[in-house]
């Protein structure tokens, strides 16, 4: 079965600091990958995605993540922490060739910026 | 430009009474999703439309739930009866995909947080 995992339910971070944000799927062929955070009583809104091509992608507020097809990761990262970069983070894949019915997300890995 | 559009955003209702959640996509979009968000089953795609026909209903939870999308620019999600169980919160979301992945983004609404007592 087609499956995304976050594994971690809260990261902490200092803010300043490097966060990441981690995401392993399974997910047949080669997948479509997004990133999307959710803030508080608000709809999820799209970081970033990875289509194909350069394996570190760049998205929204300074976030990026890395394509890594050997460890079926897509791990999103940021170099300095905001407080306000405190949310909820899904991660979601598709197989190419799927429809929308496929696009799976993660549980969520709510993120907390300290100052 | 207006987003994702989804009344009402709060529903407290009896178990038993009739709801209705709306949404407007936003203009040109030719795929419509409905989510349910709950902590325990996190994300689920109830159903989802392209160029108004329905694609693939099976998340609907139950006959109880309906979908339908009249025309473009509106859809409605149908709880009759409703349960305590269907307690979550319903997010529409829109998207442009020209017959294939497209973009492969969503816009979300804000959701409308249902309550059944």
């Known amino acids: 079965a087609q499956s995304v995992a976050q594994p971690e339910d809260q990261v902490n971070v200092a803010e300043g600091n490097p966060l990441t944000v981690k995401c392993t799927y399974s997910?047949?062929?080669?997948?479509?990958l997004f990133w999307y955070v959710q803030y508080p009583n608000r709809g999820l809104q799209f970081l970033l995605k990875y289509i194909t091509g350069d394996n570190l992608v760049k998205g929204s507020y300074g976030f990026e993540a890395e394509f890594n097809k050997s460890q079926t990761s897509f791990h999103l990262k940021k170099p300095s922490a905001l407080v306000s970069d405190s949310a909820l983070y899904f991660c979601a894949a598709a197989s190419r060739g799927g429809g929308y019915n496929k696009l799976i997300f993660g549980a969520g890995t709510r993120l907390a910026v300290h100052p | 430009d207006a987003g994702v559009i989804q009344s009402p955003r709060h529903e407290v209702t009896e178990m038993g009474q009739e709801v209705t959640l709306r949404c407007k996509p936003i203009s040109g979009h030719d795929y419509l999703f409905w989510y349910r968000q709950t902590m325990m089953r996190g994300l689920e795609l109830l159903i989802y439309f392209n160029n108004n026909v329905p694609i693939d209903d099976s998340g609907m939870p139950e006959d109880r739930f309906s979908a339908k999308m009249p025309n473009a620019s509106f859809s409605t999600l149908k709880i009759q009866p409703s349960e305590p169980r269907d307690s979550a919160v319903y997010f529409c979301?829109?998207?442009?995909?020209?017959?294939?992945w497209g973009s492969g983004e969503l816009f979300f609404g804000e959701g409308s947080r249902l309550t059944v007592l």
């Open positions: 979301a829109s998207s442009l995909g020209g017959g294939g």
């Open positions: 997910v047949s062929g080669n997948p479509y």
